[in-house]
């Protein structure tokens, strides 16, 4: 373990080469980050301004904090889970970045909340979280820092929802931009990101093959949709569970199988959740699964599937493979249990493929410059990524990408605009 107070916490300086690698692999991929990185380094609209920043350090976050501190920030980061740190890409971070990070691959609960508050210890203008456990942190152990506190962003699903609860209870203390909510970042990163790498984690985890095999979606939301046609598309018989109407029946017309939980369970031979909630997969599901049955979550936390439960109703389990944890039954079943039940596809694969945290970083990079050119005009909240700004990223990725589409001529945007034009 390498530690000091201004370099951070990581695992082992030594891998940092690899990280670099890493990083710069990943940066191929990243071209709208790249065009936000080469104007900040010129125009540094963050100067002046200290980030705790709480995310999966993975080598496209380290390219979202580069960019940062191109732009004048200066920053600490920390994990947002405590299972998805690349431990080289943390190492580079620190000795070839200049990057203080906490974060080791494996920690516990108690050392992932000490790095939390050793990002808090930067005493943050702006805080960047995934999944809010930083904000969450802040308000409630360390709220002397608050009247520090400018604004923030947050990355996901979950973290939005945690935010919207709090600034209902007017516990929210200043305003956040709510990321996931751009379009460039759920269409694409919810959708499609989470729906390969689930799939890759789960592949490498077990080696299993998808062809025929019974799986089951629990939610059907941005990442279920991406999950299950990701799934369908290796030749998986595809289940889909919700509570939604309106997204079980987009399910049934996607072409999708849709069940209660309760008759799912009794077929199903892989279980993934991503639903965001508590317990999608319960005592009573596990009481009645095939012996065999493969439990995975690509949620945000590890509530997805009742772990406490299969613990209570197994007599033993043990480690058959890395992240494969096999639980024996009382009646002799055997449900195995992928990485510990935290996201899959950051547990045991990469996460999201570079190409789609590309936008889902552009738009955390174009939402700090957002809060620092708002600064004192925005009330404690949570609010969208402007239009603009989702719609600016969209532009730029189809640039990188070397697409290049219509535009509405003076004729037919006055005819989107007028309402007396008929046949
Ligand atoms: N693994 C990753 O890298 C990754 C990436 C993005 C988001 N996420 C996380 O994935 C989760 C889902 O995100 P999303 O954007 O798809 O959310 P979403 O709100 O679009 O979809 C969730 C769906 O689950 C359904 N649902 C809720 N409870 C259910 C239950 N008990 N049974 C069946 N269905 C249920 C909801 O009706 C909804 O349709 C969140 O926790 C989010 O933070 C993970």
């Known amino acids: 373990m390498a530690s000091n107070r201004t370099a951070g916490d990581v695992k082992d300086l030594s891998l940092a080469k690899d990280g670099v690698n890493r990083i710069e692999w990943a940066e191929r991929e990243m071209g709208v980050l790249r065009l ?5 380094e010129k125009e540094k609209p963050l100067a002046g301004y200290k980030y705790a920043l709480c995310l999966h350090v993975t080598s496209e976050t380290a390219n979202l904090a580069i960019t940062l501190k191109a732009g004048g920030g200066d920053l600490v980061l920390c994990a947002s889970n405590p299972l998805s740190t690349q431990d080289n890409v943390a190492a580079a971070l620190v000795s070839e970045y200049g990057i203080p990070t906490y974060s080791i691959n ?3 609960n108690d050392t ?6 050793a990002a808090l210890d930067h005493q943050p203008h702006y805080t960047m979280d995934d999944g809010a456990d930083l904000l969450s942190n802040l308000h409630t152990q360390r709220s002397d820092l608050l009247g520090n506190v400018l604004g923030g962003t947050e990355e996901t699903t979950t973290g939005v929802i945690r935010l919207n609860a709090m600034a209902a209870e007017g516990k929210l203390a200043y305003p956040v931009i709510a990321v996931n909510e751009a379009e460039t970042k759920h269409f694409f990163d919810n959708r499609y990101g989470t729906g390969q790498s689930t799939l890759d984690g789960i592949t490498r985890a077990t080696n299993l093959l998808w062809a025929g ?3 089951v979606v629990g939610g059907y939301g941005w990442c279920g949709r991406g999950v299950s046609s990701r799934a369908r598309g290796m030749g998986a018989h595809v289940i889909v569970t919700e509570i939604n109407p ?3 029946l987009e399910a049934v017309m996607d072409g999708f199988t849709v069940m209660s939980g ?4 009794k077929v199903g031979e892989v279980f993934i959740t991503v639903t965001g909630g508590l317990h999608t997969i319960g005592r009573s599901h596990i009481e ?5 049955a493969i439990l995975a979550n690509s949620g945000h936390f590890n509530v997805e599937i009742d772990i406490p439960a299969l613990e209570e109703m197994s007599t033993s389990h043990r480690k058959v493979r890395p992240f494969v944890e096999e639980y024996t039954m009382r009646d002799g079943r055997l449900i195995y249990l992928l990485g510990e039940g935290r996201l899959i596809n950051l547990t045991a694969a990469e996460g999201h493929p570079s190409v789609v945290m590309d936008m889902s970083f552009a738009n955390q990079a174009l939402s700090a410059e957002y809060l620092v050119k708002t600064q004192g005009t925005l009330k404690a909240g949570v609010y969208d990524v402007p239009k603009e700004t989702d719609q600016e990223v969209g532009r730029l990725k189809l640039e990188a990408m070397g697409i290049e589409i219509d535009t509405l001529t003076a004729e037919q945007q006055n005819y989107q605009e007028s309402w007396d034009q008929g046949t």
């Open 36 to 40: 936000i990185r080469q104007r900040f």
């Open 106 to 108: 494996g920690e516990n």
């Open 112 to 117: 992932y909340y000490q790095h939390i508050s």
């Open 213 to 215: 095999r019974k799986v």
């Open 246 to 248: 309106i997204r079980a």
């Open 262 to 265: 309760a008759e799912a369970a």
């Open 288 to 292: 009645v699964m095939k012996s065999g």
